[in-house]
């Protein structure tokens, strides 16, 4: 059964850093594409990061150059360097992959970012 838990959220200033990180099991980890969402209060959950099986990233423009995806394909994780961090970067961040046709995700972790 594919399961994701996200960790490392927590209270920032805005210019501060977190860094995110996904465990994942359940999946041959090192074939599958991997995501970052996040969903702020009241707003619909969006794309931040993605990462292929060969590594290539994508990016929202929004955390272009602030943000940086990677996956460790022997401890099977995920993670998202969150670098500048903004007050608009507050929201519950989800891991996500699509397996056999469905989308698993994880249960989330908050990340705050104060003024």
């Known amino acids: 059964q594919v399961r994701l838990v996200e960790s490392g959220g927590g209270l920032v200033q805005a210019g501060g850093s977190l860094r995110l990180s996904c465990a994942a099991s359940?999946?041959?980890?090192?074939?599958?594409?991997l995501h970052w969402h996040r969903q702020a209060p009241g707003k619909q959950r969006e794309v931040v990061a993605t990462?292929?099986?060969?590594?290539?990233?994508n990016y929202t423009d929004v955390v272009k150059g602030r943000f940086t995806i990677s996956r460790d394909n022997v401890q099977w994780r995920l993670y998202l360097q969150m670098n500048s961090l903004k007050p608009e970067d507050t929201a519950v961040y989800y891991c996500n992959t699509k397996f056999r046709g469905s989308d698993f995700w994880g249960q989330g972790t908050q990340v705050t970012v104060s003024s």
């Open positions: 990462i292929n099986s060969a590594g290539s990233t």
């Open positions: 359940g999946i041959n980890f090192k074939l599958y594409t």
